[in-house]
């Protein structure tokens, strides 16, 4: 079965940081780009961030409203996923998936979700 | 950044209606268009992709259409399970954007 299981969430004062993990299994992780999306409570989907994988040098995809304060990694031979989250703010707070993304087709992009781990930013 | 506008932003129809929903770009986006419908509590789960392709396992009546910057997405009778907010998704370009939910309910 294809999953992933995000994990790392939790309450953190602002100005704090955070590490969110995802666990892949089920396809070949290290085929695919890889995706963060979040979700505020009672609000739409915004997408945050991108890896690419080896063959594109793992180069990486920011949102403006968190580029230079979080850093996406992967790491294939554990087949997982990292939002490294710094300088954290109110409006960080969000239920945080990851997403299978782009694997030289768009047949599997963005088509499996982690059940997500939830952030709250607040003092 | 590329703006999705969608509309109606929250409607509500009779089983067995049509229901169609507009999602249009601000600039052209191609064929890169990808359609979500996410239940209350649940995960977003991917319905259609580019524009047109009908994901594994969704039921026959949905559809999309559309090109450039104007995309539909198209319940052709609606059922009580279909009870959801949908998203369109653009990854023409970074970053890629949503545009913000049509809540569809039962009349």
């Known amino acids: 079965e294809v999953q992933l299981v995000e994990s790392g969430g939790g309450l953190v004062q602002p100005g704090g940081s955070l590490r969110l993990s995802c666990a892949a299994s089920?396809?070949?992780?290290?085929?695919?780009?890889m995706d963060w999306v979040r979700q505020a409570p009672g609000k739409g989907l915004e997408w945050v961030s991108r890896?690419?994988?080896?063959?594109?040098?793992?180069?990486?995809e920011y949102a403006a409203s968190v580029k230079g304060r979080f850093t996406i990694s992967r790491d294939d031979s554990q087949n997982s996923l990292y939002l490294q989250m710094n300088s954290l703010k109110a409006e960080d707070t969000a239920v945080y998936y990851c997403a299978r993304s782009y694997s030289g087709t768009f047949m599997f992009y963005l088509d499996v979700w982690g059940k997500g781990t939830t952030v709250t930013v607040s003092s | 950044d590329i703006q999705m506008t969608q509309s109606p932003s929250a409607m509500s129809a009779s089983v067995g209606d049509r229901v169609t929903i507009t999602c249009r770009a601000s600039?052209?986006?191609?064929?890169?268009l990808i359609w979500f419908q996410q239940k209350p509590g649940k995960v977003p789960k991917r319905l259609i992709y580019?524009?047109?392709s009908l994901q594994s396992g969704v039921p026959s009546r949905f559809s999309g259409s559309g090109s450039g910057t104007e995309f539909t997405l198209t319940i052709s009778s609606l059922e009580p399970d279909d009870v959801a907010v949908y998203y369109c998704l653009q990854h023409s370009s970074y970053p890629l954007t949503f545009g913000g939910g049509t809540k569809v309910e039962i009349k």
């Open positions: 600039q052209g986006i191609s064929n890169y």
């Open positions: 580019s524009v047109s």
């Open positions: 089920g396809f070949t992780f290290s085929d695919h780009f």
């Open positions: 890896i690419r994988y080896r063959s594109d040098s793992y180069s990486t």
